[in-house]
């Protein structure tokens, strides 16, 4: 059974940060889905055996910080 985890990334303002937060994420292993809700700032990510700080660091590589 698969996990999920949950972000909040309060630089998100438009739906060019939603989608560059999405794709860098998709392309973590183990990630099988992400949601992200530009409204709350929250991103939730589904995937097997996620690894917390590669998708930390994959919400850097798009230009934001992880609460």
């Known amino acids: 059974m698969g996990a999920t985890r ?6 998100m303002r438009c ?6 937060v999405e ?6 292993a183990g990630v099988e889905s992400v949601l992200v809700d ?3 700032k929250r991103v939730e990510v589904s ?5 917390d700080a590669a998708i930390r660091a994959a ?3 798009a230009g934001y910080e992880a609460d």
């Open 6 to 11: 949950a972000y909040t990334v309060p630089g």
């Open 15 to 20: 739906s060019h940060c939603e989608a560059a």
């Open 23 to 28: 794709a860098e994420i998709s392309a973590v």
């Open 38 to 40: 530009l409204d709350s």
């Open 47 to 51: 995937g097997e055996q996620l690894d």
């Open 59 to 61: 919400i850097v590589e």
